[in-house]
């Protein structure tokens, strides 16, 4: 993230970018989720899943993964919302 990026608490955090920087931010991306809020994390492949699924789980738990052909798009929910 950038040096003058101004953290705020959002209900939604969307992504679309390589699996390396997905896994990178963890902490930056999930700091940013209000309770209940989701991250959707898109773009990855089936082979990226476990890795960037594990950079997460400690905060967030496990996602719900929909696929569409090689790609996948994970789901996570913070603590105090409906999955």
Same mark, same amino acid.
Do not use: H
């Given at each position: 993230?950038? #040096? $003058? !990026? $101004?953290?705020? =608490?959002?209900?939604?955090?969307? +992504?679309? &970018?390589? +699996? ?5 931010? /963890?902490? =930056?991306?999930? +700091?940013?989720?209000?309770? *209940? ?6 773009? &990855?492949? #089936?082979?990226?899943? #476990? ?9 967030? *738990? ?6 569409? =052909? $090689?790609?996948?798009?994970?789901? !996570?929910?913070? /603590?105090?919302? +409906?999955?």
């Amino acid at each position: 993230m950038p #040096e $003058d !990026f $101004d953290r705020m =608490e959002v209900d939604l955090v969307l +992504a679309n &970018i390589l +699996a390396g920087p997905l896994v990178s931010l /963890a902490g =930056e991306l999930t +700091a940013c989720l209000k309770l *209940g809020g989701q991250l959707v994390l898109s773009g &990855i492949l #089936e082979s990226q899943r #476990e890795q960037v699924s594990s950079a997460y789980a400690d905060a967030l *738990g496990a996602p719900a993964v929909d696929q569409k =052909e $090689d790609w996948l798009r994970l789901v !996570f929910q913070s /603590a105090g919302g +409906a999955p």
